[in-house]
């Protein structure tokens, strides 16, 4: 009896040091460390393992990752109490290693040297116009013909949110294209054979014009649109690369709610000329108009669930930030104080205050990264928090571009949803992986 106690006891005690051991404030440190981290060429990052022991510390390639000095050998006897910094020289991959006594592995940590990377960030209040691939059916049209009124697309099955690319097989790419298809047709008593793109998938149906006795014309019954404008808000420029991104959300249809496929568009000059605040159960909106539309600043060939993406010379005019700054990785985002960069009248891009919530660390791109919380007194007065139109606006935070704001809270538009500037990036092809050599060529494909 006495022995089972010993051994229940004993048990007891080796879970009980478990527990304390793991703890114990180093070892929570050590467990904590992350495996593999990212960090741009030219700076720093720190491990912290908290052990009060010394150990050997390696790293398997100097040339890319050193410990503590750029000229300091690629192994070195620390204190691991005091956090290991480590420099990176050039872009690749480099293993860090610590061994006890030398020889001993506690823990391998792998060191990914992506590009650096600096871009100015926006907060200009931008016109964007684009075209889309193809027609997009928003509506039907009942047509008073002598003997009915009927809509004969909408019996042909064709659907509200469909994207029509050809008629009788030629590529069509405006709505006056498309009217002019359809009447031919009519005029010479026959079908029409369209192709549509619905849900991503091609398939074709035909459809038979009837004469509309209010136009005067032939017609299938169909409200099409070939385009959309409005105003929105521009997250960044790369100097380096000449390109754009802003929104930091797809350009749906406001019919259809569908995503527009681009086929081209531009972005100009735009001046904010009035805010309808926000209020609980009611999203503000800012208004505003596109002026010297003449004076091209961009072209937009890419739109996606990030934003818009494109080709631009230069940054425009009424910038806060006119030089490039440093980025910060998904991981380098944290909670606490930032700022925004936005425009709320006119033109000027002006500087507030919100509070970094709280981050959400995904492993995959989404447009709900972080919640921020607008502070800022100057920005509740004058807009109520976050409001429409604001989307694409800066979040920068220590001197680094992070993210850009996304969503607004219904219940509370002090709060909203912003996006890490490193998915931005990724849409406009620019590389944040260690594998620079490789180009991309998202905004290529998308033209």
């Given at each position: ?36 981290i990212r960090v741009l060429e030219g700076n720093s990052t720190w491990l912290k393992l908290g052990l009060p022991v010394h150990a050997v510390v390696t790293t398997s390639n100097a040339h890319v990752a050193a410990i503590h000095r750029s000229d300091s050998p690629s192994s070195l006897a620390l204190n691991l109490k005091q956090p290991i910094e480590i420099d990176s020289l050039a872009q690749g991959d480099a293993d860090v ?67 029509i690319t050809k008629i009788d097989g030629k590529t069509v790419q405006s709505v006056e294209q498309a009217a002019m298809l359809i009447n031919r047709a009519g005029k010479e008593k026959r079908d029409l054979e369209l192709t549509l793109m619905r849900s991503k998938s091609a398939t074709k149906t035909h459809v038979t014009p009837v004469w509309d006795n209010e136009t005067q014309t032939y017609r299938i019954g169909l409200y ?224």
């Amino acid at each position: 009896m006495s022995r089972e106690w010993t051994k229940k006891w004993v048990g007891l005690l080796f879970a009980a040091c478990i527990v304390a051991l793991f703890c114990w404030t180093p070892i929570r440190e050590w467990v904590n460390t992350p495996s593999q981290i990212r960090v741009l060429e030219g700076n720093s990052t720190w491990l912290k393992l908290g052990l009060p022991v010394h150990a050997v510390v390696t790293t398997s390639n100097a040339h890319v990752a050193a410990i503590h000095r750029s000229d300091s050998p690629s192994s070195l006897a620390l204190n691991l109490k005091q956090p290991i910094e480590i420099d990176s020289l050039a872009q690749g991959d480099a293993d860090v290693q610590v061994k006890l006594f030398g020889f001993l592995p506690v823990k391998s940590v792998h060191v990914s040297v992506i590009p650096d990377i600096k871009v100015i960030p926006g907060g200009q209040s931008i016109g964007v116009k684009i075209r889309s691939s193809g027609i997009m059916v928003v509506g039907y049209n009942l047509i008073k013909s002598v003997e009915k009124t009927l809509s004969p697309a909408e019996t042909a099955n064709i659907k509200v949110g469909d994207v029509i690319t050809k008629i009788d097989g030629k590529t069509v790419q405006s709505v006056e294209q498309a009217a002019m298809l359809i009447n031919r047709a009519g005029k010479e008593k026959r079908d029409l054979e369209l192709t549509l793109m619905r849900s991503k998938s091609a398939t074709k149906t035909h459809v038979t014009p009837v004469w509309d006795n209010e136009t005067q014309t032939y017609r299938i019954g169909l409200y099409i649109r070939d385009s959309a404008a409005g105003v929105g808000t521009l997250t960044f420029f790369a100097p380096k690369q000449k390109v754009f991104g802003a929104l930091g959300h797809v350009i749906s249809d406001l019919d259809t709610g569908q995503p527009i496929e681009v086929k081209d568009g531009q972005v100009v000059h735009s001046s904010v000329t009035s805010i309808d605040k926000g209020e609980s159960g009611q999203p503000g909106e800012k208004r505003g108009t596109m002026i010297d539309e003449s004076n091209v600043l961009g072209t937009i060939k890419r739109n996606s669930e990030f934003g818009v993406y494109g080709t631009m010379s230069q940054i425009p005019d009424y910038g806060k930030v006119n030089e490039p700054i440093p980025i910060a990785l998904a991981e380098q985002v944290k909670e606490g104080p930032a700022k925004i960069l936005t425009v709320v009248n006119g033109q000027e891009v002006e500087e507030y205050d919100i509070e970094i919530v709280n981050v959400l660390r995904q492993k995959f791109p989404a447009t709900k990264s972080m919640v921020i919380k607008v502070t800022d007194p100057k920005l509740i007065e004058k807009t109520g928090g976050i409001i429409q139109g604001m989307s694409g606006s800066p979040i920068l935070q220590d001197g680094k571009l992070v993210g850009a704001v996304t969503h607004v809270f219904v219940n509370d538009p002090t709060q909203g949803y912003g996006v890490f500037i490193e998915w931005m990036l990724n849409e406009a092809g620019i590389q944040t992986k260690a594998s620079a050599a490789v180009p991309d060529h998202r905004l290529n494909k998308a033209s």
